[in-house]
């Protein structure tokens, strides 16, 4: 497996925590999005979205839930999506409420068209940051409060596409200076996580082209 790589993004972060538990090694391959590598032609052939992460097996694959989801398949051991029909559906909605309804609208294109053609300074750039994860995470905090499979990580007691998902935008929420005081249950969830070497090995700034 080859991956195309950028440690700073969210969506590539979550596959490297995928990879880790799965016990999986990828080659590497970086693609620098502050210098606009994703738009080469050699990397558009791989995604023509020109988007990390990508990865290379069987045939190219794009989008980091589906890529995530391609590898509980293919290795399903330990399982990402355990669990009955209804609880696969919990923990896909508590993935999807982070890479749906958070992560496109504070994507680093995104950012950089606000402060770019919009003109929107940087100040007002991050309070946008701060007021979609601080929205997003409201609702996803009362998810995780609210029902009784909620375990010492977003869905029993072993890693799940949830945790996955919510650790890099954690991640990102930290690093625009938002304070997860106010959300108790993810701030114990992220803390468990990091914990493990899985979840620890992926951070950005132990991979190799972090900056």
């Given at each position: 497996?080859?991956?195309?790589?950028?440690?700073?993004?969210?969506?590539?972060?979550?596959?490297?925590?995928?990879?880790?538990?799965?016990?999986?090694?990828?080659e590497r391959r970086f693609v620098h999005l502050r210098k606009g590598e994703q738009r080469a032609p050699a990397f558009t052939a791989v995604n023509p979205q020109g988007l990390v992460p990508a990865l290379l097996d069987d045939a190219a694959l794009?989008?980091?839930?589906?890529?995530?989801?391609?590898?509980?398949?293919?290795?399903?051991?330990?399982?990402?999506l355990p669990?009955?029909?209804?609880?696969?559906?919990?923990?896909?909605?508590?993935?999807?409420?982070?890479a749906c309804d958070i992560h496109p609208l504070n994507n680093l294109r995104v950012l950089k068209y606000l402060v770019g053609p919009l003109g929107v300074p940087d100040e007002k750039k991050n309070e946008w940051y701060r007021h979609w994860v601080r929205t997003g995470f409201e609702?996803?905090?009362?998810?995780?409060?609210?029902?009784?499979?909620?375990?010492?990580?977003?869905?029993?007691?072993?890693?799940?596409?949830?945790?996955?998902?919510?650790?890099?935008?954690?991640?990102?929420?930290?690093?625009?200076?938002?304070d997860l005081a106010a959300f108790p249950t993810i701030r114990r969830i992220v803390e468990t996580c990091r914990a493990l070497p899985a979840f620890a090995d992926a951070a950005p700034e132990r991979q190799a082209d972090a900056e």
């Open positions: 497996m080859m991956l195309y790589d950028y440690f700073r993004s969210s969506a590539a972060y979550r596959v490297r925590i995928a990879l880790n538990l799965k016990g999986l090694a990828a794009t989008q980091s839930l589906a890529i995530v989801e391609y590898l509980d398949e293919t290795h399903p051991e330990p399982p990402l669990g009955t029909a209804a609880d696969r559906a919990r923990i896909r909605a508590l993935a999807l409420a982070v609702a996803i905090e009362t998810m995780l409060v609210g029902d009784g499979r909620t375990g010492r990580f977003c869905h029993g007691d072993a890693p799940s596409l949830a945790d996955v998902v919510l650790v890099p935008q954690a991640y990102n929420a930290e690093r625009f200076d938002m």
